[in-house]
């Protein structure tokens, strides 16, 4: 079958090169010298414009930082719709909002394209090792048919409801998610400054009711080791919450601890720059309270 893949980002990279192992696979990078260096490790074609890549496609999944970055790729003479064919399933793992997935899907239903709101979850380790979770919205006929290619880099492909339910279901575990990390942060600086070890704090709490994936994987992983690898910026994940709380406001649901994690976000954002990790703010706390958590 062929498969074409567009954003070689770094979670999209991981992904597009599981689907290179099964499917006769084409990618699309806006940085054009990463899909070639792609192609060149693995067993893929590069393609110049969205468009080419997408030609004789029978599945197109895209993987971009928004909804509006992939709605932007599908008009003009070398945009996605000028090379798709009727029938092809368009996957979307891109972390988006529901309302520009409704759209998208939209612009693509008069030419026979199904699409289906697909983005994921597990880092991209977890890209790597197979075992994202991926989170689905659109038809349950089109859920169907997207499981056996999703499977490539998923292991838990859950169907989440009609379209724009999986970008729903992303934004708001990308908020807890924010939430655990800006919490921890708060705590564990206060816990190692009142003199408990860290990673007798982390112990305790990993065995104990306050534990979360933040203080069970992302804290002893990459903070208490001092690692600080760059995985997933934090600019994205201040996007999802923004996402996350746009839904909440539409659907009139009160949110105020939610509505204050997200402006911590964002001025950490701002004050640690687009290329940061999303931990960062925990370095950042550390630094405003002159403690480590190391151990
Ligand atoms: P990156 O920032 O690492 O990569 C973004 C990718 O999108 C790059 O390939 C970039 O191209 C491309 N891109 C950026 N802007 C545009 C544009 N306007 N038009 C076309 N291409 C563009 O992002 P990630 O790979 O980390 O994230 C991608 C999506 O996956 C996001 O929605 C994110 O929230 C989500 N996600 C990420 C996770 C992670 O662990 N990283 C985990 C789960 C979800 P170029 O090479 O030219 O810069």
Not at 193 to 214: E, H, Q, W
Not at 237 to 263: F, M, Q, S, T
Not at 269 to 275: H, I
Request: overall charge neutral; proline content about 5%; hydrophobic content about 45%.
């Amino acid at each position: 079958m062929r498969v074409a893949f567009l954003g070689l980002g770094a979670i999209g990279t991981p992904m597009a090169a599981r689907l290179a192992s099964r499917y006769d696979l084409t990618v699309w990078n806006r940085t054009a010298e990463r899909a070639r260096a792609f192609a060149a490790e693995h067993r893929a074609k590069a393609a110049a414009t969205p468009g080419e890549a997408v030609t004789g496609a029978e599945v197109v999944i895209t993987c971009l930082p928004t909804s509006a970055d992939v709605e932007r790729l599908l008009a003009g003479p070398d945009g996605i719709v000028s090379g798709l064919g009727k029938g092809v399933l368009f996957l979307d793992c891109t972390s988006g909002d529901a309302a520009t997935s409704r759209s998208i899907a939209a612009r693509l239903a008069p030419h026979g394209v199904a699409f289906a709101d697909a983005p994921v979850s597990g880092g991209t380790n977890g890209a790597a090792a197979g075992v994202l979770t991926v989170m689905v919205g659109g038809d349950a006929e089109v859920f169907q048919r997207a499981v056996p290619v999703l499977e490539a880099f998923g292991k838990r492909i859950v169907h989440m409801g009609p379209l724009g339910a999986g970008d729903a279901m992303k934004a708001v575990n990308n908020a807890l998610l924010g939430v655990n990390i800006l919490a921890l942060a708060e705590g564990l600086t206060g816990l190692v400054k009142a003199g408990v070890n860290p990673r007798l704090a982390l112990d305790t709490l990993n065995a104990s009711s306050g534990r979360s994936f933040v203080s069970e994987s992302l804290i002893p992983e990459r903070v208490l080791t001092g690692a600080w690898p760059v995985t997933f910026r934090l600019a994205l994940l201040d996007k999802d919450v923004g996402i996350c709380l746009d839904l909440l406001r539409e659907l009139g649901i009160p949110a105020p601890l939610l509505e204050r994690a997200g402006e911590l976000l964002h001025q950490n954002r701002v004050a640690l720059g687009e290329d940061a990790d999303y931990l960062a703010p925990i370095r950042r706390q550390e630094q405003a309270t002159g403690v480590e958590i190391r151990g």
